[in-house]
């Protein structure tokens, strides 16, 4: 019995598996790539598949069907993922037929589309960071029956909150691989968990065995146009990539060990029930730190008159048990209020370190994030690493945790003043509006 028909894309070769009596399909052979692992041409083939695989809304073709076979190739590659204990136990369902489609689009809606449609209208011509999101996310909801597949990845298994392998671990990365194994071939989709609120309809629909977990649902469909970009809503890398210890950074990052020409810093963050428009006020005052750290004792701005902005200055006071008190001049190098304010206390290549908060909307609050770079000026380090250069290491690490501490310590007693703050709002303790808060992600 043949289980399996040979691949309808040219480079897919498959293998037929002789099990006893009955042949099977067997793993799915890598077809050979015009330029081979590790060169720049394939490193950059890969690279751009990876980061231009977006979530498409707005860019499906509704109109353009998709043939059975795409499907099966790419879920064959998606197979290639890790899996737990190299077990296959992901399973996928293709929705098809037009009725099911039709109860999935209902459900859909009830899942919290509607809300989705009256925020996008909302949004429209507002030009809000989301706005494009939720029009997209209103089209998809609009015209999902009009999808030429539903996909959903699953597991066999339920989520049992053990952290152990195998179960979510296993199939996340496949269902990317199937995304990116579309965005091969001219397709998209976008990575839908709303549904789930309506999960229990959805297996009583699709007939899923209650231990059988569902991961997402993928709209499937061609593409209008291939060109998409990178997004930068992201961090980059090395704002988020941390060194032995959590928290520590490399702004350049060449040596080992660690050298203060590496650009070692430190991030602490916490996420904060409030606004940015209740944070920043406290994050982009000089005097804020001081309250809390134990060695920042306070800062003025140099002229109290001026408009603050990239440039502008301020003095502030240091007090350290060994080094004695100090004071210094930063400027200001980074100035987007309820975003972000950075300032380098020295300025320039002499600086000798760069401070920066961050403030991040996320759903409920703000995601404040403090770093300090190290450097690469002379500072207080300098004379220390002089005397001992075998030591350089060590030296920054030390004071990568005290600042850690100090700079801990702000961040908690920044989020306990916003959150009172907030708390104070009429509008909610967020600052965002009370009612239920349902976003597309
Ligand atoms: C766990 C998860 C759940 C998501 N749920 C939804 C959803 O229910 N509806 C939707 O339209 N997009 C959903 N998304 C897609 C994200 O909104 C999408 O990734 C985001 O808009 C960023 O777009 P990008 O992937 O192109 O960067 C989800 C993504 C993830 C990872």
Not at 124 to 143: D, P, S, V
Not at 157 to 172: A, K, M, Q, T, Y
Not at 211 to 220: A, C, G, K
Request: glycine content about 10%.
């Amino acid at each position: 019995m043949v289980l399996g028909r040979a691949g309808g894309q040219p480079g897919l070769i498959r293998h037929y598996r002789h099990c006893g009596s009955a042949v099977q399909t067997g793993a799915m052979t890598a077809p050979e790539p015009a330029f081979a692992p590790a060169s720049s041409e394939y490193r950059d083939l890969v690279d751009h598949a990876l980061m231009t695989t977006r979530g498409v809304r707005a860019r499906l073709d509704f109109d353009r069907d998709v043939d059975d076979q795409i499907l099966f190739d790419c879920i064959d590659v998606a197979e290639q993922a890790p899996t737990g204990g190299n077990n296959g136990s992901r399973r996928w369902m293709v929705i098809r037929d037009q009725a099911t489609k039709d109860r999935m689009a209902e459900l859909y809606l009830s899942a919290g589309v509607e809300w989705v449609i009256k925020k996008a209208e909302e949004l429209e011509g507002t030009g809000h960071q989301n706005e494009q999101l939720m029009l997209g996310a209103k089209r998809l909801g609009e015209n999902i029956q009009r999808t030429p597949a539903l996909v959903i990845p699953t597991i066999l298994g339920r989520h049992d909150g053990s952290g152990r392998p195998g179960l979510f671990d296993s199939v996340i990365q496949s269902a990317w691989s199937f995304m990116v194994a579309l965005r091969a071939r001219g397709l998209g989709t976008v990575w839908t968990t709303m549904f789930l609120n309506e999960a229990p309809a959805v297996k009583e629909l699709l007939d899923l065995p209650d231990d059988v977990t569902i991961i997402s649902l993928f709209p499937v469909a061609y593409t209008l146009g291939v060109d998409f970009k990178a997004t930068a809503r992201r961090y980059p890398a090395r704002d988020i990539t941390y060194f032995d210890r959590w928290g520590r950074t490399l702004a350049d990052g060449r040596s080992e060990p660690r050298a203060m020409a590496d650009g070692p810093g430190q991030m602490v963050e916490v996420d904060v029930k409030a606004s940015p428009s209740v944070v920043w006020p406290l994050v982009s005052d000089p005097n804020t730190p001081a309250e809390f750290s134990e060695e920042y004792q306070g800062g003025t701005w140099d002229d109290p008159d001026a408009e603050r902005g990239v440039g502008s200055t301020f003095t502030g006071h240091n007090r350290h048990p060994r080094v004695g008190e100090w004071s210094t001049t930063s400027t200001v190098v980074e100035w987007e209020p309820l975003k972000a304010f950075a300032w380098s206390v020295g300025g320039g290549e002499g600086a000798a370190a760069t401070w920066r908060f961050t403030c991040e909307k996320v759903p409920g609050g703000t995601r404040l994030r403090f770093h300090c770079r190290l450097g690469p000026g002379r500072s207080g380090l300098t004379p220390a690493i002089e005397a001992m250069p075998e030591r350089e290491a060590d030296i920054i690490a030390g004071r990568q945790d005290e600042h850690r501490a100090n700079m801990e310590r702000t961040l908690e007693g920044i989020k306990a003043k916003a959150e009172a703050v907030a708390a104070q709002t009429p509008r909610g303790d967020s600052g965002f509006p009370v009612k239920r808060q349902r976003t597309a992600e």
